[in-house]
T-cell receptor, first 114, second 115 residues
Framework: NAGVTQTPKFQVLKTGQSMTLQCAQD?????MSWYRQDPGMGLRLIHY???????DQGEVPNGYNVSRSTTEDFPLRLLSAAPSQTSVYFC?????????????FGQGTRLTVV | KQEVTQIPAALSVPEGENLVLNCSFT??????LQWFRQDPGKGLTSLLL?????REQTSGRLNASLDKSSGRSTLYIAASQPGDSATYLC??????????????FGTGTKLQVIP
């Protein structure tokens, strides 16, 4: 099983460029989420989705857009990259956090904005 | 807003020692709490998921406890080994006030086990 797959693993962007971080899971999980991890800040929730067509904001949503057209995919879009978005991004999925099922994480995307 | 705190931030112990990592959370109306391990430059690996109806969950040398009334969870590692060196994170979903779907992570405890 592939689990949660994130692409790319590394990316360097110039300020103002746009890009999409891809996340796909093959476990038929309803719940998917995006986090960013910064030194000393821990993981912070950016956006999450409880199913296809349903998304909501997390703790730090500004500068990021998401959509969920299928159960499998949950891309994260940066419309105009800023140096403050330099971080490691993780995608996670679970069947349903309310049903006491564990979360699975991708290996992360290390993004540098110069 | 759910807030999750982990103490200590870093811990260095000799091989073979038993140790306890602490996690506290502010919104105690949670359904579950999960402990993860993160190796440098890697993603998160789930270690234990403890449900709100449980007081303990065990996997091998790991034991997690949950006390909702005091807003605390502990991860006990028995007979530590150098391979246990990693950062350990706890994560709690929000409760009724925060929102159940929003999961909050602690900042982690960086563990070093010295051979």
């Amino acid at each position: 099983n592939a689990g949660v797959t994130q692409t790319p693993k590394f990316q360097v962007l110039k300020t103002g460029q746009s890009m999409t971080l891809q996340c796909a899971q093959d476990m038929n999980h309803e719940y998917m989420s995006w986090y960013r991890q910064d030194p000393g800040m821990g993981l912070r929730l950016i956006h999450y989705s409880v199913g296809a067509g349903i998304t909501d904001q997390g703790e730090v949503p500004n500068g990021y857009n998401v959509s969920r057209s299928t159960t499998e995919d949950f891309p994260l879009r940066l419309l105009s990259a800023a140096p403050s978005q330099t971080s490691v991004y993780f995608c996670a999925s679970s069947y349903d956090p309310l049903r006491n099922t564990e979360a699975f994480f991708g290996q992360g995307t290390r993004l540098t904005v110069v | 807003k759910q807030e999750v705190t982990q103490i200590p931030a870093a811990l260095s112990v000799p091989e073979g020692e038993n140790l306890v990592l602490n996690c506290s959370f502010t919104d105690s109306a949670i359904y579950n709490l999960q402990w993860f391990r993160q190796d440098p430059g890697k993603g998160l690996t789930s270690l234990l998921l403890i449900q709100s109806s449980q007081r303990e969950q065990t996997s091998g040398r790991l034991n997690a406890s949950l006390d909702k009334s005091s807003g605390r969870s502990t991860l006990y590692i028995a007979a530590s080994q150098p391979g246990d060196s990693a950062t350990y994170l706890c994560a709690a979903p929000g409760g009724r006030l925060t929102g159940y779907q929003k999961v909050t992570f602690g900042t982690g405890t960086k563990l070093q086990v010295i051979p």
